[in-house]
Nanobody, 124 residues
């Protein structure tokens, strides 16, 4: 069982930055591929970024590529999402996700565990 708790959301002006963090419980954190998703009002939850177990391989949605950076610290059992050059269309609830198998599973939404979400609002 893995519990995920996100933090770092808030209100920011367009062009600003935020850093989201996801704290995980459990000794097997390093065995999971991790990722971030987001869901805007009235829209489906969409993939944002994923990182493999070792923290070397990353994937991004085209909409955030070059602006967002995912990273993980297996010693601290955390995964982060640095978000720069934020746009109003980035406004959403952001969810941390864990998958036992691989980053492919994350990108395929075959997620084993979800966090509760943190709100990010970008004003124009």
């Amino acid at each position: 069982q893995v519990q995920l708790v996100e933090s770092g959301g808030g209100l920011v002006q367009a062009g600003g930055s935020l850093r989201l963090s996801c704290a995980a419980s459990g000794r097997t954190f390093s065995s999971y591929a991790m990722g971030w998703f987001r869901q805007a009002p009235g829209k489906e939850r969409e993939f944002v970024a994923a990182i493999n177990r070792g923290g070397v391989i990353t994937y991004y949605a085209d909409s955030v590529k070059g602006r967002f950076t995912i990273s993980r610290d297996n010693a601290k059992i955390t995964v982060s999402l640095q978000m720069n050059s934020l746009k109003p269309e980035d406004t959403a609830v952001y969810y941390c996700a864990a998958a036992r198998s691989s980053t492919y599973a994350i990108r395929s939404r075959e997620v084993d565990y979800w966090g509760q979400g943190t709100q990010v609002t970008v004003s124009s």
